[in-house]
T-cell receptor, first 114, second 110 residues
Framework: AQSVTQLGSHVSVSEGALVLLRCNYS??????LFWYVQYPNQGLQLLLK??????LVKGINGFEAEFKKSETSFHLTKPSAHMSDAAEYFC????????????FGAGTQVVVTP | NAGVTQTPKFRILKIGQSMTLQCAQD?????MYWYRQDPGMGLKLIYY???????DKGEVPNGYNVSRSTTEDFPLRLELAAPSQTSVYFC?????????FGPGTRLTVT
């Protein structure tokens, strides 16, 4: 069974500091990988995705993630946190033969302090 | 383009009542999905559809029903509401692997 693990349900970062959110998946077949962001009382917005090709993926708002098959990881980073980055972040996977069904991690709440 | 729309935004139900959560998309997407979001649990798939007239269960379908009579609409029906169905419900649609989400419906069952 496919599962997605996000390490840390809450992360606090200082404004200007590195943001690192960890995501690991369990699958023998590399899935398609996604990071979504959810701002308070809103729906989910796609930050970035990995399907095939380059393993370092750049997304919106200065975020990027690297797919590492050997580590079954897809960690999300941003070099310098901004106050507007405060939100909940979800890692998700799709298996290639699953009608596009997303399986989500539990989410990581990011707090940015001045 | 409105994208994915959901109504209502908020609703309070009494135990045993029923209701339908509406979802519509104007992107001509074949695939549509219903998720529920509970604190600390991420989103769980309730039902999905790969086209008009075709639906299937997701991870947590008990207590819910769906129908897909048109490409645009994918309503979610709650019969005999229970407190365990208190949650935020999201509808999504896609044509490939990128899903577009609606703003959600916050449902409380008391």
């Amino acid at each position: 069974a496919q599962s997605v693990t996000q390490l840390g349900s809450h992360v606090s970062v200082s404004e200007g500091a590195l943001v690192l959110l960890r995501c690991n998946y369990s699958s023998s077949v590399p899935p398609y990988l996604f990071w979504y962001v959810q701002y308070p009382n809103q729906g989910l917005q796609l930050l970035l995705k990995y399907t095939t090709g380059a393993t370092l993926v750049k997304g919106i708002n200065g975020f990027e993630a690297e797919f590492k098959k050997s580590e079954t990881s897809f960690h999300l980073t941003k070099p310098s946190a901004h106050m507007s980055d405060a939100a909940e972040y979800f890692c998700a996977v799709i298996l290639t033969d699953s009608w596009g069904k997303l399986q989500f991690g539990a989410g990581t709440q990011v707090v940015v302090t001045p | 383009n409105a994208g994915v729309t959901q109504t209502p935004k908020f609703r309070i139900l009494k135990i045993g009542q029923s209701m339908t959560l509406q979802c519509a998309q104007d992107m001509n997407h074949n695939y549509m999905y219903w998720y529920r979001q509970d604190p600390g649990m991420g989103l769980k798939l309730i039902y999905y559809s790969v086209g008009a007239g075709i639906t299937d269960k997701g991870e947590v379908p008990n207590g819910y029903n769906v129908s897909r009579s048109t490409t645009e609409d994918f309503p979610l029906r709650l019969e005999l509401a229970a407190p365990s169905q208190t949650s935020v419900y999201f509808c999504a649609s896609s044509s490939s692997y990128e899903q577009y989400f609606g703003p959600g419906t916050r449902l409380t069952v008391t």
